[in-house]
């Protein structure tokens, strides 16, 4: 953790691409900050069949707290009926789900998929093969 305890969390980017809403925190997810992301994951697996996706890969640092925020809101989005997925290829947080033995309890993905992704679905007109 960072010795800037004034800091402040930058709000996480939410967008919902056909039914699945797409979080991503950024910075520092430990206990100055799992709190306020907690709340809104709260509030997105409060309804039935809840689709997350949280996009860590601007997340710098993970302790317990930032863990236990994920962990709930995978236990939450299970019991509606819903899935939860995360998007990461940091090192330092797989070595954490690892040693916490969270791995396997989080189905991980190395980038947004295609239809979830703004940059895959721009229009590429005029760019294909022609008959």
Known sequence: MSEN???HAA???ER???GTTVVAPRGELDLL???ALSQRLDVLTAGAFPDLVLDLRAVS???CS???ALC???RRALSCGGRLRLIT??????????HTRLTGAFELLPRLPAELDPAAARPTEGKGPRP
């Open 66 to 68: 930032g863990l236990r």
């Open 61 to 63: 640092f993970i302790d």
């Open 89 to 98: 290829g940091s090192p330092g947080l797989l070595r954490v789900l690892h």
């Open 72 to 74: 709930r809101a995978r």
């Open 5 to 7: 305890h004034g800091r």
């Open 33 to 35: 900050t799992a709190p």
């Open 11 to 13: 709000e996480p980017t």
């Open 16 to 18: 919902t691409v056909t």
